[in-house]
């Protein structure tokens, strides 16, 4: 079964680094998303990605976020300025169109620690 | 409150026993989903019921939808110890860009 690929699993950065988060969707997937979970908290949409550009960002996915599609199979989530807070789990998915009939499939996701 | 909200928070039950869980929402949606996560790893897709559908099953899981109450209800029978883990709704809205909108969960500890 086709699978949404993230790495890396767990990641620790200082505060104030960037860091890219990298995702591998399903090759015939249109629709790429990026999702986060804090420890404990529901998992919270970030950010919806089609055609090259963003369709629609959450209040969360500030300037310091940005998302990129750079050669056509990677899916890329970037955080220029990491705080303590944006310590999560993000979760990357895929779907082939927004009104599935099948769902989506999530990745299984980085673990981001800020220290 | 937030769409999405889930009861109960946190279920605890024997294996053998069936475990339902609820989901309510606030606006319109497309279609409804359930996820399952074991603690600390991914989300995994575990069945969607559209908008203009009443009830579907799959396997051990049973998902009912009710728009006029804007809820729905995942029913796990005869539930095994590895069915511990938490469970999420998600609803898909209208608009033509994904977002799925996830309830707090309900935790489910199914004791051997």
């Known amino acids: 079964e086709p699978e949404v690929t993230q790495t890396p699993s767990h990641q620790v950065t200082q505060m104030g680094q960037e860091v890219i988060l990298r995702c591998v969707p399903i090759?015939?997937?249109?629709?790429f998303y990026w999702y986060r979970q804090i420890l404990g908290q529901k998992v919270e949409f970030l950010v919806s990605f089609y055609n090259n550009e963003i369709s629609e960002k959450s209040e969360i996915f500030d300037d310091q976020f940005s998302v990129e599609r750079p050669d056509g199979s990677n899916f890329t989530l970037k955080i220029r300025s990491t705080k303590l807070e944006d310590s999560a789990m993000y979760f990357c998915?895929?779907?082939?169109?927004?009104?599935?009939?099948?769902?989506?499939?999530f990745g299984s996701g980085t673990r981001l620690t800020v220290v | 409150s937030q769409q999405g909200e889930e009861d109960p928070q946190a279920l605890s039950i024997q294996e053998g026993e069936n475990a339902t869980m609820n989901c309510s929402y606030k606006t319109s949606i497309n279609n409804l989903q359930w996820y399952r996560q074991n603690s600390g790893r991914g989300l995994v897709h575990l069945i969607l019921i559209r908008s203009n559908e009443r009830e579907k099953h799959s396997g051990r899981l049973r998902v009912t939808l009710d728009t006029s109450k804007k809820s729905s209800s995942l029913l796990i029978t005869a539930s095994r110890a590895a069915d511990t883990a938490s469970y999420f709704c998600?609803?898909?809205?209208?608009?033509?860009?994904?977002?799925?909108?996830f309830g707090q969960g309900t935790t489910l500890q199914v004791k051997p």
């Open positions: 998600a609803a898909l809205g209208g608009s033509n860009t994904g977002k799925l909108i």
């Open positions: 998915a895929s779907s082939s169109r927004t009104r599935t009939v099948y769902g989506y499939t």
């Open positions: 090759s015939n997937h249109l629709y």
